[in-house]
């Protein structure tokens, strides 16, 4: 399987949610790719709703690490397990420290959502690793800062990569975050040591998004 | 103008949420009072949409400090504003510093939200006073602890209220929020120094709730 996973991070108005649904066709994507929105949480209830007969499933952008209860302001794993199959977790973004990580990867495991756990330097790798989780190298060499694209050659990803393997070993799901568009995406798409790209700005257009998902067809 | 706000917290499920509006009829509210239910972000859609032919409006629990862009699992007031009119902002359980809270607040006026300003101690007011807020007294010696009602004399209450007016001033909207319930509603409708609630456990309940915004129909 092949995961394509859009994050559209903080990106969106309802009204581009609505234009990117109806500019965005799922009824080619064949079954061994698996395409994943994220939205933010308060576009998920929509977004869910206008793909739920598609092949596209959802995930959030984060979990909290709260459970039910007095905790204002966070929407809990109990709540977006409804809705989504994936979360989103450990985004270099979010600047949050391992032990946070490792409690919301262990918190979507026992809520039945598989973490997309996102990191950048191999070695927090070992810390992460557990049964169930997919894994996406935010190569901190090629994060798109700004808008700018930081171009990476294929030969240093593919070294990356090995490292990465070393660690996780050949049967976890192992995603590429890092940048990814049109222009790099057939490179990536041939590199058999990965499982799928995770998808930032490039995401938020459904004609490129639909790209980037085409060129994983005839691999 | 009454406020009667609701905090769902992070307690209610979909079905939960299916279930409190189909229990909930707010026909009876009279324009006088303005009831506003905050949902998790996740359910902020539905809900918005299921109430959107009546009175009550929608308020988002907390709202990110960023703004449109690169920033997972974000939720920020140029989203939010599009479904909720308010923003609760500063509640204790968010444990945020004074300056997140300032910069939440800015945030939301600058997007024309209008943001429901929690504070314990009536000195943090201050520094949060401007024009255009909601302000919700979250009594610290009178907030739910693990569920358990802390029951503070109405004389107390008053004198906290009377300490907060001298810094607020006569004419900005002031709220309680304190283990508010069906039992202690009466003396608190009655106190024309309030300005109405922000309930959170007996808001989990639509006829709790219910009883409770009846409580100053005849005020």
């Known amino acids: ?21 109806s500019g965005f066709d799922p009824s080619f994507i064949p079954p061994k790719i ?24 959802i995930a959030s952008q984060d979990v909290s690490i709260e459970d039910k209860g007095n905790h204002t302001g966070e929407t809990a794993a109990f709540q977006i397990k409804e809705l989504c199959k994936f979360s989103i977790v450990g985004h270099s973004e979010r600047k949050e ?25 191999p070695e927090s790798l070992s810390t992460y690793k557990r049964p169930g989780l997919i894994y996406a190298w935010e190569d901190p060499n090629n994060i ?7 171009e990476k050659s294929q030969e240093e990803i593919i070294d990356g990569v090995g490292k990465i393997r070393m660690i996780l070993g050949e ?28 998808v930032g700005n490039a995401s938020l257009d459904p004609k490129h998004f639909t790209e980037i998902i085409r060129s994983y067809i005839h691999m």
């Open 1 to 21: 399987m092949k995961y394509i996973i859009a994050n559209w991070k903080t990106n969106m108005t309802l009204d581009d949610v609505v234009s990117w649904i």
């Open 34 to 57: 698996q395409v994943v929105i994220a939205p933010s949480l308060i576009h998920i209830f929509p977004v869910a709703d206008a793909l739920k007969k598609t092949s596209v499933l």
């Open 97 to 121: 420290d391992t032990k946070v990580v490792i409690k919301k990867i262990d918190i979507c495991l026992s809520n039945g959502i598989t973490p997309i756990v996102c990191f950048t330097e």
């Open 144 to 150: 798109s800062q700004g808008g700018v694209y930081r």
């Open 171 to 198: 049967n976890e799901s192992l995603l590429y975050g890092g940048s990814v568009n049109k222009q790099n995406i057939a490179g990536l798409a041939a590199m058999k040591e990965l499982d799928g790209v995770l």
